[in-house]
């Protein structure tokens, strides 16, 4: 057995936990890896990873399969993953015409996913949240692991000290403490962490979607409501109270149409579902199905459907400009709508970026749809209820009797 240096620092608990964080979160984001990629990944020794990760195991966190050789000289190292039974949370997506709720496993893997479209329009906090109780109980029935944490994605501008939804425009609140109504409802005392769905959507695009290793990347979501988040050298900017990231109100046009904020031609008035729909001459709350018409009225060549679209384009391509001048990100990740219609706007988007972007930062740049669907800032929540266990995995470790069940109201 080698004895290496870190071998001594590792005898102190807060090394320890800091070793068996850089492991779980080492699989958590990068998946299942052999014990000598472990070694490798941390920089540990064989004998400190074999020792930590039968802690976890220990702990019902992590599995072992037999080892394997994977075509190397030398004893083939056994594959550590993560056990998606082991520690689950359960993830909540709050957005103007639809609820969602899963049950999402150490490692990212959905156990179990209800969403359920809602009528549009101003809705009460109550009645969402129960529903959403209601969606709970549902998934409950069908998986029983443990559960350590709940995370919620909602579309609104949320104080991230304590989740506060400060003002939600387009679903009509303010000032809700939507992480207290949910643990009444749920009869929980589990942690509850609630952020904007867009930040949640960067969150979950940058660790399993389409900006896995870009560490500049702005998303922008199009749905109802025109939602941003941003991360900047790796780590998300969210302004001093966590309000930052709201794209959809930059004021873009002093001539535009009222915006729900109390503004007036803010961005997502020219940008959102509701331009395309109104533009292509359809109903304002047309929703999904309807920006889908619309896509096949342009492909068939609708002077209105084509005119709607560019319209929307040009308008997003200008805002884009004015971003990427003030964040050069490395990319540019298109959700929701605005990754539905992007095959239709790309060259008008081009466009504007190619007349209105500085070159050095417009030369950077790449624009993509977002990979992960309108489940982004779903997954995006379940990361944010995993954070604390990431963090700080020993506080499960030795803790298996102490399996936290949610109680249902
Ligand atoms: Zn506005």
Not at 4 to 26: F, K, M
Not at 141 to 161: C, E, F, K
Not at 254 to 280: F, H, I, N, Q, Y
Not at 366 to 390: C, H, K, M, Q, T
Request: include cysteine; charge should be negative; glycine fraction near 14%.
């Amino acid at each position: 057995m080698r004895i290496h240096g870190t071998d001594v620092g590792q005898r102190s608990e807060t090394v320890r936990r800091a070793n068996l964080s850089a492991i779980v979160r080492g699989l958590h984001e990068h998946g299942p890896m052999s014990r000598s990629e472990l070694v490798a990944a941390t920089g540990l020794t064989r004998s400190a990873i074999r020792g930590l990760v039968g802690e976890l195991a220990g702990a019902g966190l992590v599995t072992e399969a037999p080892a394997v050789r994977l075509g190397t000289p030398g004893r083939p190292s056994p594959m550590v993953r993560l056990n998606p039974h082991g520690a689950t949370v359960l993830a909540i997506e709050i957005l103007v015409d639809s609820i969602a709720a899963a049950i999402v496993g150490l490692g990212g893997e959905t156990l179990a996913e209800i969403r359920v479209d809602r009528p549009r329009g101003h809705l009460s906090v109550d009645s969402v949240v129960a529903d959403l109780a209601g969606l709970t109980r549902e998934l409950q029935a069908s998986v029983h692991d443990p559960l350590i944490g709940i995370g919620v994605a909602v579309a609104g501008v949320v104080r991230r000290s304590d989740g506060l939804v400060s003002m939600a425009p387009n679903l009509g609140w303010v000032d809700v403490p939507l992480g207290a109504h949910l643990a009444r409802a749920l009869g929980t005392t589990i942690p509850i962490a609630v952020a904007n769905d867009a930040d949640l959507g960067v969150l979950a695009e940058h660790r399993r979607g389409a900006a896995v290793g870009v560490d500049d990347v702005l998303y922008v979501s199009g749905e109802v409501g025109v939602g941003g988040g941003a991360i900047t050298g790796g780590v998300p900017l969210t302004g001093v109270a966590g309000y930052g990231g709201e794209i959809g109100h930059m004021p873009a046009n002093p001539d535009g149409v009222a915006c729900r904020c109390g503004s007036t031609g803010c961005w997502e008035t020219e940008v959102g579902e509701g331009a395309l729909l109104t533009l292509a001459g359809l109903p304002s709350d047309a929703g999904r199905d309807g920006v889908e018409a619309v896509l096949r009225d342009a492909e068939a060549g609708s002077p209105a459907a084509v005119a709607a679209l560019h319209h929307v384009g040009r308008w997003l391509g200008i805002g884009l400009a004015g971003l990427v001048n003030l964040l050069n990100p490395r990319l540019v990740v298109l959700g929701a709508m605005h990754g539905r219609i992007y095959p239709f706007v790309r060259a008008t988007i081009e466009a504007e970026i190619a007349t209105r972007a500085l070159p050095a930062p417009r030369a950077i740049v790449r624009i993509v749809p977002a990979s992960l669907g309108a489940d982004a800032p779903l997954l995006g929540a379940a990361e944010l209820a995993f954070e604390p266990l990431l963090a700080d995995p020993a506080s499960r470790v030795g803790a298996r009797d102490g399996a936290i069940h949610l109680a249902t109201a």
